[in-house]
């Protein structure tokens, strides 16, 4: 059982910079993966990024590269969501998720092949004048 919590959201100017954190309490242990998803408001959910366990893996979306960075610390079970150059349509509730069997290949979570197995509650990311 994995319990995610997100923090670090608010209100940006456009360019401007956000970090998010993700708490996880993890109570068995395990290598997990674990990804980041945003909800725009009248939207569906879209896959941002993902992180393996060793960091050795990482994969974003076409619209965030260059401007987002995935990192995890695995000794404090948190992970990071440092978004820069931010935009309007950056605005979305960002969702922290943790996957225990990651696929081989993390783009199938932006293909919507393989999903994750727990879900943070989310936290809102306003990206506005």
């Known amino acids: 059982q994995v319990q995610l919590v997100e923090s670090g959201g608010g209100l940006v100017q456009p360019g401007g910079s956000l970090r998010l954190s993700c708490a996880a309490s993890?109570?068995?242990?395990?290598?997990?993966?674990m990804g980041w998803f945003r909800q725009a408001p009248g939207k569906e959910r879209e896959f941002v990024t993902a992180i393996s366990w060793g960091g050795g893996n990482i994969y974003y979306t076409d619209s965030v590269k260059g401007r987002f960075t995935i990192s995890r610390d695995n000794a404090k079970n948190t992970v990071y969501l440092q978004m820069s150059s931010l935009k309007p349509e950056d605005t979305a509730v960002y969702y922290c998720a943790a996957d225990l069997s990651p696929p081989l290949d993390y783009g199938d979570y932006e293909l919507g092949i393989a999903d994750m197995d727990y879900w943070g509650k989310g936290t809102l990311v306003t990206v506005s004048s």
């Open positions: 993890v109570r068995t242990v395990s290598s997990y993966a």
